[in-house]
């Protein structure tokens, strides 16, 4: 959760301590066995598994919206503050020790709480878990389950399939969340920065594929939010495509891979944005970039649709303030200190231009994962932050989780549910909450519901730092290209942009949706034996061109020179009048996709057409990138 209260983002001087402090690591070997069923009736399903996304929109299977109304039901991630004995509930978050599994089972029936949840009129569940409760293998004690007596002897994740059962059971979609690596409490200085600072990024990304295919079953395990707020350790930033260690851009890009390819093909994949960068010192750089990255290189996944933005806003964090107070504080304004113009602006540039921008390769669902606030905050300008924001989701129709969902009564009185010991609830489902006018605002605003028409999609191809191969029918055929860098647009979609230089390209299906043949095999093509006599479209330049009735659908490189052309059957007879657009010296496209290339020269056929060649030189002084694309009408 976000720098949540506790935050500590510390300077060099307390750098070497914190690190003694960082969680052991994960334990023992990965169970096998498949969750179980959940004991709970069954809830008449309101909605169709599995979801997918049409551009700002998550869909249902029967093409409705389906807004995530959300909440995180948390303590499956840790609850140890990383101080003292993790055996003494003081050392706790809130004093709350959730013993490595959803907080509340201790006080209420699961029958009771999911009627509670129910009654807040939420319709989807983000749940956290920790790397270190998938390989735990000694049970859970028996008063972490005091009012589940039927959950007694089970290990943290066997609880945890117990949760996800009766929520699933009971209607509500659910979210699996990879919190933190270790079962400490998050977030800070504390081993749990990014996806491998304290464990390899593979196991990280095997237990991704295990925690996938565990819930596979279950269609209404609907997605996988692969991290948490990546975010700076002591000495190092987390970057968006830098090719190395710390690239949370790459490793988000391989995990989502290896899930929908080798566990379950329904899920959405949730890729929040960085959390923080730099030392929070005034006077040094350092900020929340947020999703901004995103604007200039956005994720594209072997299965276009399924792709999920994710932000967290706390009004204690900033745009460039961490949210501490004292060690790590800040000169700079907290969302709380903005103005409400400013707020609104902060929201659109950190995070909501992704699902405000129509038609770009980064549009996309954005899910607002984690937000929320005390009940028992007396900060004038916390609440008015509350109210704001609350206002701006519900003015945008936005998807939403609050953070948390359960906590106990006298100790976390940010959970809008919270139980004492003898069970009984308190929170905002009280009339005397003050947090119900903003939640009913967002729970009742006028919200699209139905039908969502399909609408184009655009996604971009990177070569930045090697192989960008979506299309699963390509992949199925082999290397096509030793040794080069290559890309393929998803399957279902074509190639309709390249950039003169930096190796990349901009995919869509506008105005034309899937046009490959079904049974049709993909052509490499690396001369000029397609080009027509007396069809020279680019004179004096080397031209890679489909054959007839053939599209584009990937290229590839070695170094900065075309190295092939990749193209796909038709469906259909395509239509052959066609020019030759060049982009060598400036941008030659339309609007449509956005900039995919930032930095360097794009040539893109416009909505109606497909790409049907790549010319280039070798020329000496020339550098061998595309120069221009050979444009065709679709018809």
Known sequence: MSLHRIVKYLTCAVSAVLLTATAPGALAATPKDRPPTSDAPATAGTWQPPLSTRGRYIVDAAGNRFRLKSANWDGAQGSWTGNGDAADPAQHHA?????????????????????????????????????????????????????????????????????????????????????????????????????????????WVDDWVFMARRYADDPRVVGADLYNEVRRDVLHDPDWGGGDDYDWYAAAQWAADRILTEANPNLLI????????????????????????????????????KLVWSAHFYGYTGPHHSGATGIGETSDPRY???????????????????????????????????????????????????????????????????????????????????????????????????????WDHLMTAPTRTGSVAPVPAWRMLSTDHGDQVQSLRVRATGDWDPGAYKAACPDGLRLIGLSHAGGRGLCTDAEAGDLRAADGTHTVVTDERNVPQGGDWAGGYTKFQCPSDSYLIGYSRRGSRVSAALCAPARTSLGTTGRTLWFDRSDNRPDSGGD??????????????????IAFTTRVGSAGGPDALLCRRLR
Request: glycine fraction near 10%.
């Open 336 to 438: 709380q200190d903005l103005t409400e113009e400013e707020l609104r602006q902060a929201l659109y540039d950190e995070a909501y231009f992704v699902s405000q921008d129509s038609g770009r390769h980064y549009t996309a669902p954005l899910w607002i994962s984690e937000f929320g606030i005390g009940a028992g905050e007396t900060n004038g300008a916390a609440r008015t932050w509350f109210g704001r924001i609350t206002d701006y989701f519900a003015d945008h129709d936005a998807d939403f989780a609050y953070w948390p969902l359960v906590g106990w009564e006298g100790h976390d009185d940010w959970a809008l549910l919270r139980y004492d010991a003898d069970g009984h609830r308190h929170g905002l489902l009280d009339e005397t909450d003050w947090r119900r006018t903003g």
């Open 596 to 613: 995919f290339a930032s930095g360097n020269y794009k040539g893109q056929c416009a909505d109606d057409e497909y790409a049907a060649g």
């Open 270 to 305: 949730v890729v929040e944005g960085i959390n923080w960068t730099g030392l929070p010192v005034d006077g040094f750089p350092h900020g929340r970039p947020t999703l901004t990255p995103a604007r200039t290189l956005s994720h594209t996944l072997v299965q276009s649709d």
């Open 95 to 203: 004093g709350q020790d959730s013993h490595g599994i959803p907080l509340g089972l201790d006080r209420v029936p699961l029958t009771a709480l999911l009627a509670d949840f129910h009654a807040l009129g939420i319709n989807s569940v983000r749940l956290p878990f920790s790397n270190e409760m998938i390989h735990a293998t000694g049970p859970v004690p028996d008063s972490a389950v005091a009012a589940n007596p039927q959950l007694r002897g089970r290990t943290p994740l066997q609880v945890f399939d117990a949760v996800v059962a009766a929520l699933t059971a009971a209607d509500f979609a659910v979210v699996l969340n990879n919190h933190t690596n270790t079962s400490r409490w998050c977030c800070g200085l504390d081993g749990n920065e990014r996806w491998n600072s304290s464990q390899d990024a593979g196991q």
